[in-house]
């Protein structure tokens, strides 16, 4: 049995009637962890289990710290996570939860996987938390799935970070022969790698991340996801931070489901009407999900978003 759980695909109505077109919605939000993270990482911890590993160790805080630790319970393997002192008291909560030790080191997330990777012995399985080909083929089950219950979509719609998402989509939709369904990857202004990296023409990377979008901050996208760009349709979109948090307010009351702004951020797309989605009749869109922002959390950076906007 996989750690993940088939995740249901549903038409929006609300969605389908601001972005013009007819929205599909894969629902990665309601995995048991909170986002598709569990798929990747699951496969993964599953096969290092098989091979021998007899602990899980992580660098992230995040969702993809969340779904290791998830994975570990559920395996009966200890789980040590390493998280950065920005990692919010809810995190930590919810890492706790799922019994998993955590060690709290360093200001950002580089200076806590530094830490995590000094601290591998032999019988340790590292999980990245995008740059492993184990998880680009665990997260293309969910593009298994979509195939199995709808007709091709015309684009899919996602949200990149360290692209570990992309690369998960790209190879699903190659193995059900979707290969020439465009992918439309969407980031936030603040921490918008890759679509910097397309412009330059090789990876390029950041030098703080600028966004409350913070699952989003990888500040470079791996090295297979920028390849994808000269293999796969691909169009880069960029949204702000307050398009991303008012898709997340306005996606709650219309599907009453919280997600982060990360996952706002693709969504953002289709409340604004964008231009992106013009030509395309049935669109897919990734709800990534997200576990660590709360209702508060987002409605303060809204309010903060928009001080921002009055000052300029």
């Known amino acids: 049995m996989p750690l993940h759980i088939e995740t249901p695909l549903i038409e929006s109505r609300s969605l389908s009637s601001a972005g013009h077109c007819s929205v599909w919605l894969k629902l990665e939000a309601l995995q048991p962890p909170g986002s598709f993270k569990i798929r ?20 992230s805080g995040g969702n993809a710290g969340l779904a290791v ?19 919010s008291a809810r995190a930590r909560e919810l890492l706790r939860q799922e ?3 955590i060690i709290v080191h360093g200001a950002s997330w580089h200076e806590a996987n530094v830490l995590a990777l000094s601290m591998i012995e032999e ?10 080909p184990l998880l680009w083929h665990g997260h293309a089950t969910m593009v298994d799935e979509l195939a199995r219950s709808m007709p091709a979509p015309d684009a899919v ?22 290969g020439r369904v465009p992918v439309i990857a969407v980031e936030t202004a ?23 979008a913070t699952s989003l901050g990888a500040k470079r996208v791996c090295e297979r996801a920028f390849q994808w760009s000269t293999e796969h ?29 990360a996952c706002g951020a693709g969504l953002a797309l289709a409340y604004a009407g964008s231009p992106a989605l013009a030509g ?25 978003a928009a001080e921002e906007q009055e000052d300029l």
Do not use: M
């Open 40 to 59: 990747g990482i699951g496969a993964a911890c599953e096969e290092y289990s098989r091979r021998g590993a007899r602990r899980f160790v992580s660098s």
């Open 69 to 87: 630790a998830y994975a570990g319970r559920r395996l009966a393997t200890p789980v040590t996570v390493v998280v950065p002192e920005t990692t």
């Open 99 to 101: 019994a998993a030790e």
């Open 123 to 132: 019988s340790d399985a590292f999980l990245h938390p995008f740059d492993d």
């Open 157 to 178: 719609v996602l949200s990149v970070g360290g692209g570990g998402l992309l690369c998960g989509v790209i190879e699903g939709l190659h193995r059900n022969g979707l």
């Open 190 to 212: 603040g921490a918008a790698s890759f679509n910097r990296s397309l412009l330059a023409g090789q990876r390029v990377e950041l030098e703080a991340i600028r966004s409350v």
């Open 233 to 261: 349709p691909i169009h880069s979109v960029v949204v702000s931070d307050r398009a991303a948090l008012d898709a997340c307010e306005r996606f709650l009351a219309d599907h009453r489901l919280l997600v982060e702004p």
């Open 280 to 304: 395309f009749a049935r669109v897919a869109f990734i709800v990534c999900g997200g576990a660590t922002a709360t209702i508060d959390q987002i409605r303060e950076w809204s309010a903060n």
